[in-house]
């Protein structure tokens, strides 16, 4: 199964929630996994070194890929349809091959934040993704919501995003994400995390392998 973090907008929170979902994953899931780092920032990669430095037992792989390297990814994805693969998509718009990747995505997770131009681009994004793949499975996480952005923001931003997508609950805004690595979750974002992925896991991702076997 391919499993895309993207939206066009920086800064969201896609290879920190790319992050926390793998070890999530393999933690809590016992799944297999790799990550494809598709960002030239590498920020996930980056990070996936540091830790494999520092410590010991890698939860998964962190392998740098790019919007070409898809179909490879989606080759190995049907030889062994129990991994899940996990792209972190850089927010460049402007491949024509991204069209590929929206087609043949599964679910496609974006993260988002709550401030004017991160909705709006948001809104953007999932529109595009719609048009490219009108049965497109995307999930849409408010990140790094502070306790000052006021419900009824919150409740007309759901509302309007909740037609490309389910919404799913907030993730606050907190130091401890700084803390995270590729083989380590702070106990602290656990409460926060687990519910959504949980979620996400029986709604969308173990349902979809129920599916498969029951029609091959
Ligand atoms: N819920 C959160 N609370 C606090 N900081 C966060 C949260 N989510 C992400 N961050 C921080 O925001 C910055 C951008 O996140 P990142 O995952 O790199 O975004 P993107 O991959 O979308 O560009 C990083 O420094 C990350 O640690
Ligand atoms: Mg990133």
């Not at 809590?28 to 494999?52: G, H, I, T």
């Not at 995307?138 to 037609?163: F, G």
């Not at 606050?172 to 690595?181: K, M, V, Y």
Request: proline residues 4%.
């Amino acid at each position: 199964m391919i499993i895309l973090f993207a939206n066009q907008k920086g800064g969201v929170g896609k290879s920190t929630l790319a992050t926390l979902f793998s070890n999530f994953a393999v933690q809590k899931r016992e799944r297999k996994v790799k990550v494809f780092d598709m960002d030239f920032q590498q920020s996930l990669y980056n990070k996936y070194l540091n830790s494999a430095q520092l410590e010991n037992e890698k939860l998964y792989e962190v392998e740098l890929s790019s919007i070409p390297g898809f179909k490879s990814i989606q080759k190995r994805a049907s030889n062994d349809p129990t991994i899940l693969m996990v792209i972190d998509l850089a927010g460049k718009m402007d491949d024509d091959n991204l069209v590929q990747v929206f087609k043949e995505s599964e679910l496609i997770i974006c993260p988002f934040c709550y401030d004017e131009y991160s909705v709006t681009s948001t809104f953007e994004f999932c529109y595009v993704v719609k048009k490219v793949n009108p049965s497109s499975r995307i999930i849409l996480i408010p990140n790094r919501v502070k306790s000052s952005v006021k419900y009824e923001t919150l409740d007309s931003v759901k509302q309007a995003l909740s037609q490309f997508g389910e919404v799913t609950s907030p993730v606050s805004d907190r130091i401890d994400f700084q803390r995270l690595t590729t083989s380590y979750t702070p106990e602290s974002l656990v409460p926060i995390l687990d519910p959504i992925f949980n979620k996400l896991f029986d709604d969308y991702i173990e349902a979809e392998s129920k599916w498969e076997t029951e029609t091959t």
